[in-house]
């Protein structure tokens, strides 16, 4: 993906949403700030992930394009932080060892080829029927994948047997510009 926000549009937004998850657990309300920047305002998918001393804490976002990508960035932080079912809601004693990434995301598409994945460039959402998996281009990169190891996880994570991206689930993918605190 082609860099679409430039490094003070990324703080901003990395700020955007430290707020939120701040205003939201001392106050249980949503951020409503006033935003200038016409590119902020345009709709685009994006995910929050949240990690704690370097584990995952939580991670949500939207994929398609619903709503401005501030919007997103304020409602992704929250729920991350409040409603990732894998976790407990976070606490504000947490915030402080907690460093926040950004995905913005490019519209998925659907591939024929698996030889069209780039590890580390692209993101997979497989799916069948209601069951969809979705894992972000950074995830095989952390931990160590390779193509078919990262397809076998976009499986499970579908909750659908791991080979299931060899017996007709169809497989998306989709570009993201990446950025987090320092």
């Known amino acids: 993906m082609e860099e679409y926000l430039n490094p003070n549009q990324q703080t901003f937004l990395l700020d955007l949403a430290r707020r939120a998850i701040l205003d939201y657990l001392q106050s249980h309300k949503k951020s ?15 995910f929050v992930t949240l990690k704690t001393e370097g584990e995952l804490r939580g991670c949500i976002g939207y994929v398609l394009p619903h709503h401005p990508l501030y919007e997103t960035i304020i409602d992704a932080a929250v729920a991350s932080a409040t409603q990732d079912f894998r976790f407990q809601p976070m606490t504000l004693e947490e ?12 519209l998925p598409r659907p591939i024929k080829n698996v030889e069209d994945i780039k590890v580390g460039k692209h993101g997979i959402i497989i799916s069948r029927g209601t069951n969809k998996g979705l894992l972000l281009p950074q995830v095989p990169l952390e931990w160590g994948w390779d193509r ?25 993918i989709f570009s993201a510009q990446v950025f987090s605190e320092p």
């Open 32 to 46: 409503k700030p006033k935003i200038e920047d016409e590119d902020l305002k345009e709709k685009r998918g994006a």
């Open 95 to 106: 915030m402080d060892s907690t460093k926040i990434e950004i995905s913005v995301l490019t």
């Open 148 to 172: 078919e190891t990262y397809l076998k996880h976009g499986c499970l994570k579908a909750g659908l047997e791991d080979d299931a991206w060899k017996t007709g689930a169809q497989i998306e």
